[in-house]
């Protein structure tokens, strides 16, 4: 069986609780940006395990390497050197058609800025993925009003995004990062865009739906307050982890 096949039948094996294979493992990620003739070295030689279910922070100042971490955890960019196990599977190495599938079937991915489907209603936004994956309308359907009614927007399943308050926009995002019950969720300042009181209620319902649907999750932010509301922090420094 080659990578994609073994991406394509998805987590079989790789139960929550399987606490003997990490979600995700980072062995001497590197990553450097040349531009103008300069060399920079954001990440230099990034080590991380993230055991099924484990919530970690990733912390850093502005600038620091969060995001193209992220990224390469994503499997959004190339360019990378070192090794990105994602259950147990090496995804550095897949082809764009098997990074495709790992990210579809493995993974869910909030943005500060939430990227919801404008034409789109909120059921339809947390829909849409299922119907990629192969789910069933019906099913989709419900597995939507449940997440959206878990994050307290049972009466908003058919507004637009434009009709939604920033707060809400970014709980369709979290649902719809949910929506097809990945192993790990990649979060990139899922909470930046909000003033201080909506961030602190929805990172809490992220991270209960979160522990609720025993996913893992690897949360950049900037944030120390809310860092430590997960179960681990990480910091980047000088391209490495600490
Ligand atoms: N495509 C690129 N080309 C050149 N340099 C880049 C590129 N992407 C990122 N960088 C540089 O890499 C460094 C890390 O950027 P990154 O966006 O990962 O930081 P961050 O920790 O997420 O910051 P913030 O908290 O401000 O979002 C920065 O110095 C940035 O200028």
């Known amino acids: 069986m080659n990578d994609a096949s073994n991406a394509a039948h998805g987590r079989r ?9 990490p979600v995700l493992q980072l062995t001497a990620l590197s990553r450097s940006f040349t531009q103008g003739g300069e060399t920079i070295d954001v990440l230099r030689g990034v080590d991380l ?5 484990e ?7 502005s600038g ?26 090496e995804a550095a190495k897949l082809d764009a058609h098997g990074r495709t599938i790992v990210r579809r079937d493995r993974l869910g991915f909030v943005y500060q800025f939430h990227h919801l489907l404008p034409d ?3 059921t339809e936004n947390v829909v849409l993925p299922q119907l990629v994956h192969g789910a069933h309308r019906r099913d989709a359907d419900e597995r939507a009003a449940g997440l959206l009614t878990a994050l307290g927007l049972g009466h908003r399943l058919t507004h637009r995004p434009s009709q939604l308050s920033g707060g809400e926009q970014q ?14 969720v990649l979060a990139d300042e ?8 909506t961030a602190d209620i929805v990172l809490a319902e992220f991270l209960r739906l979160v522990r609720g649907e025993g996913s893992a999750a690897l949360v950049a932010t ?3 307050r809310l860092a430590r509301k997960m179960d681990r922090v990480v910091r980047l420094h000088e391209g490495r982890l600490q």
């Open 55 to 61: 919530i970690v922070a990733l912390l850093g100042p």
């Open 13 to 21: 094996g790789f139960a929550a609780s399987d606490g003997a294979h």
């Open 120 to 122: 789109f209603n909120a």
């Open 222 to 224: 900037h944030n120390e």
């Open 64 to 89: 620091s390497g969060k995001s193209t971490l992220l990224q390469a955890v994503g499997l959004l960019e190339g360019g990378f050197d070192g090794s990105i196990r994602i259950m147990d599977e």
């Open 190 to 197: 899922p909470t930046g865009n909000l003033d201080e009181s």
């Open 171 to 184: 709980r369709v995002a979290v649902a719809r990062a949910l929506a097809n019950r990945p192993a790990l």
């Open 49 to 53: 395990a993230i055991a099924p279910g």
